[in-house]
């Protein structure tokens, strides 16, 4: 009698310690799962990394649309940080990618030489194309003043 309730108070606790077991080890089991799902998708993405990287550049009819879409994003996110760029006053320096002053001309963390503004680039190149056609002009100049040309015609 005693004997048979000590057993089967013992059962019990078996079956309640092996459930508990069992929820534990379900809930582990669950979550490893998860990680391997989501390892998965990871790797997915890399693929899809990696063919971007590497083969986007060829047509590809069934890439286009969100290849495209990458490069559209990748526009705006480059045009929406200068604009956040330009909110702060700041440059970004190009070698560190530490935020800067925009009037500073050398990267003080890593001594990179800044480039100059875009606006004192395109003054430049007017400057530089103004002097090529002046160059131009004097050439077509020297070409009508040679007698030898002259001296054709009127033969
Ligand atoms: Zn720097």
């Known amino acids: 009698m005693l004997n048979d309730f000590t ?4 059962k019990i606790t078996r079956e309640i310690t092996n459930k508990a ?3 534990i ?3 582990k089991l669950n979550s490893s799962i998860n990680r391997a ?5 990871e790797a997915y993405r890399e693929i899809g990394k990696i063919y971007y990287e590497n083969f986007a550049l060829e047509e590809n009819e069934l890439f286009e649309e969100p ?3 990458i490069r559209e994003n990748e526009l705006k996110v480059v045009f929406l940080q200068e604009q956040i760029h330009q909110l702060k006053g700041i440059k970004v320096c190009e070698v560190c990618e530490k935020e800067l002053k925009q009037d500073m001309s050398f990267c003080p963390y890593c001594g990179n030489k800044m480039k100059e503004e875009p606006v004192e680039e395109a003054e430049q190149d007017a400057e530089e194309q103004d002097a090529e056609e002046e160059l131009e002009v004097e050439d077509e100049l020297k ?5 030898g040309a ?3 015609e009127t033969e």
């Open 7 to 10: 057993e089967k108070v013992n």
């Open 21 to 23: 077991h069992d929820t």
């Open 25 to 27: 080890d379900a809930a």
């Open 37 to 41: 799902k989501q390892d998965i998708e």
């Open 67 to 69: 290849v495209n879409r």
């Open 143 to 147: 070409v009508k003043e040679e007698p």
């Open 150 to 152: 002259f001296e054709t």
